[in-house]
Structure formats: C-alpha cells, structure tokens
C-alpha cells in the first residue's frame, strides 16, 4: 500500500483521515557506538521532529491507541524494558505514550526473529563458499518473509476499528500492510539531512 508523506495537515485533510485504522511509519535510526560528533547532532534533532510531527498528528487525529517497534517481541513492561536498552530516543517517544494509555504490543516473534537475525549474521560472517552463501541467503530471505508475514499479522490483529498505531521500524522492511490501513509516512526535513550526510561521508571514503 502507498504511504503517505505527512506535512501539514489541514482542518479539512484531518477530518477526512479521522476515520478507519491509522498507522505512522516512523523510519527507525541507531546512534551506533563510537558514533560522529555530527552525526549525533542530526540525530538528536531528528528524534526531536518526529516527537513534534506526532505530537501535531496527536492534536488533529486523535490519541494513540497502539505502538510498535522493531526487534521487540514483548508487550506491557517486558518490551518496554526490551525497548529502553535497545534505543534511547525511540524509547522516549514511547514512553510518553504509555503514559497517556497508549498501549505497547509485541511486534515480534521471538523465535522468527532470532532465525532471522542470525541468518543475518551468517551473511557478513564472509564466507568462502558460493554454494554455502547462496544456501544462507536463501534461508535468510525464506525468514525475512516469515518476519514480515508475522509483522503485518499482529498489526492486522491488535490494531482495531478507527484506531491510531504508530510503527518504528526500519525503512525497506517490505512488509505488506492490510489494505484498510491508512499507512502514514513521517519524514521530518532531519531524515534527508542524515541520509545526505550518511551519502557523503560514503563518497568520501569511496574517494
């Protein structure tokens, strides 16, 4: 399903979106260890805009119902415990949800994650054999769709009628999102700045 770039949302645009299930795609970034100095000042201003855009979608649209997050497969206090030491900054925007009744609901399956992630591993663990390394992408993609199919599931199962979600997650996760569901794309200006930023310190190393 198409996504939509959320900007600015006009009293009439607002009403028309109010009804049916929501859900905010927000592109999910890691800080990393050992991270640049200027890549952590976008990053921080980043997190910073997307609390605002959600904040404005929160004051047209209406509460949060449901938040999701990547790499999380517990809900209440489990997964927010899960999602406190996984990423700071997301954690916050979470957080101030909860706080509200915002409920938290486990995105993941434990075991496809792990199937997933570690098959993951396999692949840049630089392998010699061009048979062995064709046989691990293969089950890394057959794991890969078994995640996603089991992300749009839950979604699809826990996201009820009229209700607004927000999903942090990666960009180029290829799940396929049901196709009642209103799928919002938060972009803040901060997003292009990384990705401009990230591409030039590639060509520089390239260079």
Avoid at 38 to 61: A, N, P, T
């Amino acid at each position: 399903m198409a996504k939509k770039v959320i900007g600015k949302l006009e009293k009439p645009a607002a009403k028309k979106f109010k009804a049916g299930r929501k859900l905010y795609f927000v592109p999910l970034i890691y800080s990393g260890q050992g991270a640049d100095e200027d890549y952590l000042k976008r990053f921080g201003k980043y997190w910073s805009e997307v609390e605002d855009q959600i904040g404005k979608f929160e004051s047209k649209l209406g509460k949060i119902d449901k938040v999701y997050h990547e790499l999380i497969p517990a809900g209440g206090k489990d997964g927010e415990k899960a999602l406190e030491e996984l990423n700071e900054k997301s954690y916050r925007i979470v957080k101030k949800r909860l706080a509200k009744g915002t409920k938290l609901e486990a995105l993941e399956d434990a075991k496809l994650l792990l199937e997933y992630m570690d098959w993951g591993k396999c692949l840049v663990a630089g392998l010699q054999s061009q048979e062995v390394l064709s046989k691990v992408f293969e089950y890394y993609g057959k794991a890969n769709e078994k995640r996603n199919e089991h992300i749009a599931r839950r979604i699809d199962d826990t996201l009820k009628k009229d209700e607004s979600g927000v999903l942090l997650m990666r960009e180029g996760h290829q799940v396929q999102f049901p196709s009642d569901i209103q799928v919002f794309y938060v972009a803040p200006p901060a997003l292009d700045e990384i990705k401009r930023w990230l591409r030039d310190r590639v060509g520089q190393s390239g260079g």
